[in-house]
């Protein structure tokens, strides 16, 4: 998919661009994106919805990868944004995105950030709980202003992820329960006041889902809880939002659907629930982040040190690594990589890829196997682009890398690499005598 492949000088090339170029011209590491790849997977979900007839928004989650130009590119494909924070927002606000296009999510989102998303006239807030819904209102109140609403349920699944990224189950830190009748009075508290158009119904069952039992169960759970509602309290469901989480391939142990196949499965379930209840068939919002993203983003290294425990492994070390991407460290992740001068080159030896954080732990991917590598190769690790960039950090006074986007043989400088000054930008000096 996408135009990530080999040219004719034998090397990676990335939205036809020559990976070794890349490198070059922009140092590393360096996060590389195939723009067509996210525009193919974003047209790939729109169509799917067309195909069924069904009113949508497919929101991207933007946590995967906030970006001014990530943003930019989300809003020239006609997606709508999830945003999760002040930052999410204001950056979405500084790509000049559709501000009726984006959803406001969190479990604890602060007085400022709701007046911050009140007074830019956001789309919707995803409300979590009673706390913020009382703050809402009264936010609302103040400003005299009406908020649309969805209200985030758990509803009690359990989807076969890594524990930390699990989010539907019923002991979940977010979300109203939709069994135990929390859901329920948040409804009534909602409809009763007039601060608040209710749109409907949220929830997110967990990430890296490789089934669609979840997006099903989770599905059919809401849809008996609104035909209830609809009876008990003439509440009109506008809109049904079943979250993101369709999972991708890292490496070959992952079996990822098509992500055409889940929409398509969650759009004729709701269908049949809808007409079984006889409940007019709501809009349907999904918000994917990793499977919009994730493996349009490769990663380019310059390898360095070897060594060698005789018996045991080689160790390869990299010039980035847990700063760059946590995700092995934090969630047992594994990639897949390659040399990007001779991509297809038969493997001779299997190496550990270390990065270069003062941590065992920093880890970025073991026993891969390569061709024999010489001195500083360009690594490339592919599936980088979910929970990259937006997940790293300064660790050991690692400067954050640049980050690229390629499109049609053309590349653009979308995130300036750190310098160390950016590094000290927010330091101040305690001791009169140090000089800054
Ligand atoms: N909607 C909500 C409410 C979410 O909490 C998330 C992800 C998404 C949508 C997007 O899920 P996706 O389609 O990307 O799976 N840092 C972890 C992933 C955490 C996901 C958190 N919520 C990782 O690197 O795997």
Redesign the pocket.
Known sequence: HGTIGVNQAGNLEIGGVDAIELANRYGTPLYVYDVALIRERARGFKREFEKHGVKAQV?Y?S??FSTIAMTQLAAEEGLSL?V?SGGELYTARAAGFPVEKIHF?GNNKSREELEMAIDVGIGCV?VDNFHELALLKDICAEKQAKASILL?VTPGIEAHT?D??L?GQEDSK?GFDLQNGQAELALKTALDDSHFEVLGV?C?I????FETTGFILAAKKIVEKLAYWKNSYSFKTKVLNL?????IRYTDEDRPLPPSAYVSEIITEVKSLAASHSMEMPEIWI??????V?DAGITLYKTGSTKEVPGVRKYLAVDGGMSDN??PA??Q?KYEAVLASRPLAEAKETVSIAGKCCESGDMLIWDLPLPDSGKQEILAVFCTG??GY??ANNYNRLPRPAVVFAENGEAALVVKRETYEDLLQHDLPYLSSVKK
């Not at 979250?243 to 999972?247: A, D, E, K, P, R």
């Not at 918000?287 to 919009?292: A, Q």
């Open positions: 929101a989650a946590k995967a999830d999760v999510h995803v985030r890594h930390y990224i989010t977010f949220h997110h967990g990430s890296q889902i979250g993101g989480g369709f999972g918000e994917p982040g990793r499977s919009l994730g946590i995700r934090l969630y992740a979910a929970y937006s997940m």
